[in-house]
């Protein structure tokens, strides 16, 4: 049974009779709160930053460099290394993607910076967040079995350094560190 309420008001000699259903009203209104609402949630959900979401906008810019290591050239690349300390965290990683942003535009790294800034860590534990005359260093990971499954690194300043680096695969933190280490030129052999 429909809830129909009248409605009658006279405007001069012409009468008018108006008939509102309520439950089409209230119906009405549910369904527009609610596009409004999904719509304001996916309009923050684009301000928020994530690795992806960094890689699309900016790898495109003139001057950017951007490497993507697939999982097939982590797996050739640990044939070529051999017996190389290195090797070891390769087993364990299944790909790197690095976007430099050194040489583009001061316009394009403060873009890039507040992008970093709104970095959305949805899922993510916040490992470092350092900051030092200007530049920025934010590390974040996904943690799985006491393994990294993710490790999302931004560097960032106004108009310095501007980067990201995203690694894939189940390996712990003292392995890539001792992969650095080994890097140093005051530790190699």
Request: with cysteine; glycine share 4%.
């Amino acid at each position: 049974m429909k809830a129909l309420h009248s409605v009658a008001f006279a405007i001069g000699a012409t009468q008018i009779e108006i008939r509102i259903n309520l439950q089409q009203l209230l119906m009405k209104r549910i369904i527009l709160f609610l596009l409004i609402s999904i719509l304001s949630l996916s309009v923050t959900s684009h301000a928020k930053s994530t690795a992806k979401s960094l890689f699309a906008e900016f790898s495109s810019e003139s001057g950017a460099e951007s490497v993507n290591i697939s999982p097939f050239m982590i797996k050739l690349s640990r044939l070529i290394a051999g017996n190389l300390p290195e090797t070891e965290i390769l087993k364990q990683i299944s790909s790197v993607k690095v976007l430099d942003l050194e040489n583009c535009s001061a316009d394009v790294k403060s873009r890039f910076a507040k992008r970093a800034a709104d970095f959305s860590a949805d899922g993510m534990e916040e490992l470092i967040n350092a900051s030092e005359n200007g530049e920025k260093v934010r590390m974040f990971t996904i943690n799985r079995d006491n393994l990294i499954r993710k490790l999302v690194v931004l560097c960032y300043s106004v108009n310095g350094e501007c980067c990201v680096v995203e690694i894939n695969g189940k390996f712990n933190l003292d392995q890539l560190d001792s992969v650095y280490n080994s890097q140093k030129p005051n530790h190699r052999n």
